[in-house]
């Protein structure tokens, strides 16, 4: 729930931004949360942070506000918090220890222009800027505990780490579509449901609506990775601005082959409409994105 005056107060009915006006909002609002000096360690984090990403997560979580019936301002800083999360992880996916990729939406991977020491050390300071981002949040102190319990929960044991770290070092015969599927609702999903899952907090959301949104995030999470894992086997640098056949673990693509994976993506945004109408504006900017990726789903 956000602080009383926060939405707007008219008898006109909450009209969705469109996904490109909260897209500049999100944009010009990461450019004011992260430091502006010339250190390296600011350099490197606004490098990491504001590149031309699809700001998909926070988008959701603005969404997810407004779907509920608050407004998207609402989740715009808790948005922006799970974007700098996002891509303190994109960063450590990059280094030479993990994927060792050499291009990142569009430029020269963060290690590869900064060195590793810097990498490291801005994907460090732009997760603990995160945190600081929710702290200092004009919400009520309940709202702003929530939402560090929800991003915390999905960065660490039971999210990305562990997800990673799973990924990384599964044994070859762990890796079965139950394995698989953990690894990526770790790695992937944990983040999109903490992101429409906060959103529907901070837009006044109640249990029900919070459930509905939980198996909303559930799903398209699933979704958005079997999708990366299409492209990383049948798209092209060109068209992805960074680097393909990096997956050398199996993934589902691997496992079921692309017929049934397009087929698996199909059912989960099915799933996703279901669970949050499949006319709301949630919804229709997720198909909109899959469309976007010319994926044939
Ligand atoms: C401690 C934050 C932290 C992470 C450590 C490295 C790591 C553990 C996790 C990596 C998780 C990861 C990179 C998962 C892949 C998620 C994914 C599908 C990324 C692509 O997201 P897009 O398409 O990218 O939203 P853009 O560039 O548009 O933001």
Not at 2 to 10: E, H, S, V
Not at 115 to 131: F, M, P, R, Y
Not at 161 to 179: C, H, I, T, V
Request: aromatic share 4%.
């Amino acid at each position: 729930m956000a602080i009383a005056g926060a939405r707007p107060q008219t008898n006109t009915p909450y009209a969705p931004a469109s996904s490109a006006e909260l897209h500049l909002q999100v944009q010009a609002r990461l450019v004011e949360l992260v430091p502006a000096d010339n250190s390296l360690l600011s350099i490197s984090a606004r490098e990491a942070l504001l590149g031309p990403g699809k700001r998909v997560r926070p988008l959701l979580a603005m969404m997810a506000a407004g779907h509920v019936g608050g407004a998207a301002e609402d989740a715009l800083d808790y948005g922006c918090a799970i974007e700098m999360v996002h891509a303190a992880s994109l960063v450590l996916d990059d280094l030479p220890c993990m994927d060792d990729a050499a291009l990142r939406r569009g430029q020269p991977t963060l290690h590869r222009r900064r060195g590793e020491d810097a990498a490291v050390l801005a994907a460090v300071a732009l997760l603990n800027q995160s945190t600081r981002v929710i702290l200092q949040t004009p919400l009520h102190i309940e709202d702003r505990l929530a939402a560090i319990d929800l991003l915390t929960h999905a960065v660490g044991f039971e999210g990305l780490a562990q997800g990673q770290m799973r990924d990384l070092r599964d044994a070859p015969g762990d890796r079965d579509a139950a394995g698989l599927r953990q690894i990526n609702d770790l790695k992937t999903g944990a983040l999109f449901i903490a992101a429409v899952q906060g959103g529907a907090r901070l837009g006044g959301g109640d249990e029900a609506d919070i459930a509905r949104l939980t198996a909303f995030g559930e799903a398209i999470g699933f979704a958005f990775q079997l999708c990366d894992d299409l492209l990383d086997a049948y798209s092209t640098v060109e068209a992805l601005g960074k680097d393909v056949g990096q997956d050398d673990e199996a993934t589902f693509v691997d496992l079921w082959g692309e017929g049934r994976v397009r087929a698996a993506v199909r059912q989960s945004l099915t799933r996703a409409g279901d669970a949050v109408g499949h006319d709301s504006a949630l919804n229709q900017y997720v198909l909109a994105l899959f469309r976007h990726a010319d994926l044939g789903v």
